[in-house]
Nanobody, 117 residues
Framework: QVQLVESGGGVVQAGESLRLSCKAS????????IKWYRQASGKEREFVVR????????DYADSVKGRFTASRDNRKNEAYLQMDNLVPEDTAVYFCMVDQDGRGTYWGQGTQVTVSS
């Protein structure tokens, strides 16, 4: 079965960096894009970035453009989100997701990122 497992969250101060990982299993990783979303407490889940199967196209939300960098290693079935110059507004649970074009949408369990001022 399809599984996505995020890791790398933590508590940092404003201006610091974190690197999140998303380990995928149960499907052919390089067939599908990976999306990252985040959800702050009391708010709706919001889109962060989409990375295409071979990273040719990467689309960022305006709120993270220039600070976050998405990448993937198809040999390892992993996607990454490098987050630099973090601000308190980045505090949220971060999720990775794969949409298999009608075959199903799968989410990881999320990893908490907390940025203190």
């Amino acid at each position: 079965q399809v599984q996505l497992v995020e890791s790398g969250g933590g508590v940092v101060q404003a201006g610091e960096s974190l690197r999140l990982s998303c380990k995928a299993s149960g499907y052919t990783f390089d067939l599908y894009a990976i999306k990252w979303y985040r959800q702050a407490s009391g708010k709706e889940r919001e889109f962060v970035v989409r990375i295409s199967p071979y990273a040719a196209l990467i689309d960022y939300a305006d709120s993270v453009k220039g600070r976050f960098t998405a990448s993937r290693d198809n040999r390892k079935n992993e996607a990454y989100l490098q987050m630099d110059n973090l601000v308190p507004e980045d505090t949220a649970v971060y999720f990775c997701m794969v949409d298999q074009d009608g075959r199903g949408t799968y989410w990881g369990q999320g990893t908490q990122v907390t940025v203190s001022s």
